[in-house]
């Protein structure tokens, strides 16, 4: 299929069910916490087939973790002036190995 769309298989794959699953919960003959709520999809014959932004649209809405909003780019670093160093010591040679 398309990048921009799923099938009832890939769907089931990304919500680690499987299709027979879909289609039940679709023809109303099971109820699933799961799939509370699942989109309609955009096409129904011959196959189920959703929109990606729809799943994951819902898929977001789902979440019960969202992260703290930061910002995209860090805090800029005050520039400090670098102190020169000593020459370090010296190398080892092989006759003082």
Known sequence: MSAYTFTSQQLAE??????????????GQ??????????????TQPRLI???ADIEAW?????TF?????????????????VKRGPGRPRKTGSEQ
């Open 59 to 63: 898929l977001e809405s789902r979440r």
């Open 14 to 27: 990304r919500l680690q069910t499987n299709p027979a699953s879909i289609r039940a919960y679709r023809a």
């Open 50 to 52: 959703w929109l990606v």
């Open 30 to 43: 099971r109820r699933q916490p799961l799939l509370e709520g699942l989109p309609e999809p955009v096409q």
């Open 66 to 82: 969202r992260p703290p909003q930061t910002e995209a780019t860090p805090p800029e670093r005050e520039v400090t002036q670098q």
